[in-house]
């Protein structure tokens, strides 16, 4: 199987502060991940494409300064949200690419800013 | 650039009703097409997929034929359950050094016992 993790599955933050997330590949390696934001009622639209390594890829409007990707393991990619606002409320998923035409995705993070 | 269209819904329907979910496709060259199930609460899983044109993709008693002269991957099960609930999402993947996902909007589908 391919199993994707995500940590936490939910956080409450203040405004103002950071939060990480973590993505993980369980039982294989991944070169590239990808990092996703759904909002309510809507698709999701792919924030950045994280590669192991190196910098990460950022779709256009998405601020890399406040999006920080770090990919440092072939297991393991991180999302922080800086100086959260209420709106960066949102669900964050994240996938991991695991041969050439497959994402496996991870179950999602919550994040809500108070 | 490329880009899915589905139907909206929300669709509800009656437990054993027969299922559709439309989607087209706009793409340059040969994409890969998927269909993915998110239920709530929960992360994308990948329901079927087909690779080439003419492929029908199957799985828990759906199925979708890549049918490249109409650009269409419509979703269809024969006799739904109400553990079918859930939100459903047509992808394409254009290929290329990331094989970026580009995904349709997402169709609600509620099943009724």
């Known amino acids: 199987g391919a199993v994707v993790s995500q940590h936490p599955s939910r956080v409450i933050c203040k405004s103002g502060t950071s939060v990480k997330i973590e993505c993980r590949s369980l039982d294989f390696q991944a070169t590239t991940m990808f990092w996703y934001r759904q909002f309510p009622k809507q698709s999701l639209m792919l924030m950045a494409t994280s590669n192991e390594g190196s910098k990460a890829t950022y779709e256009q409007g998405v601020e890399k300064d406040k999006f920080l990707i770090n990919h440092a393991s072939l297991t393991l990619s991180t999302l922080t949200v800086t100086s959260a606002h209420p709106e960066d409320s949102s669900f964050y998923i994240c996938?991991?690419?695991?041969?050439?035409?497959?994402?496996?995705f991870g179950p999602g993070t919550r994040l809500t800013v108070l | 650039g490329n880009s899915v269209t589905q139907m909206e819904g929300p669709v509800t329907l009656s437990e054993e009703a027969f299922l559709t979910i439309n989607c087209t496709y706009t793409?340059?060259?040969?994409?890969?097409l998927f269909w993915y199930v998110q239920y709530p609460g929960e992360g994308l899983q990948l329901l079927l997929k087909?690779?080439?044109?003419?492929d029908k993709g199957s799985n828990k008693g759906f199925e979708a034929t890549y049918r490249k002269e109409t650009t269409s991957f419509h979703l269809e099960k024969g006799s739904v359950q109400v553990s079918d609930s859930a939100v459903y999402f047509c992808?394409?993947?254009?290929?290329?050094?990331?094989?970026?996902?580009?995904f349709g909007t997402g169709t609600l589908l509620a099943v009724q016992p």
């Open positions: 992808a394409l993947s254009g290929g290329g050094a990331t094989n970026k996902l580009i």
């Open positions: 996938s991991a690419r695991k041969g050439p035409n497959e994402q496996f």
């Open positions: 793409a340059t060259g040969y994409p890969s």
């Open positions: 087909a690779t080439k044109a003419d």
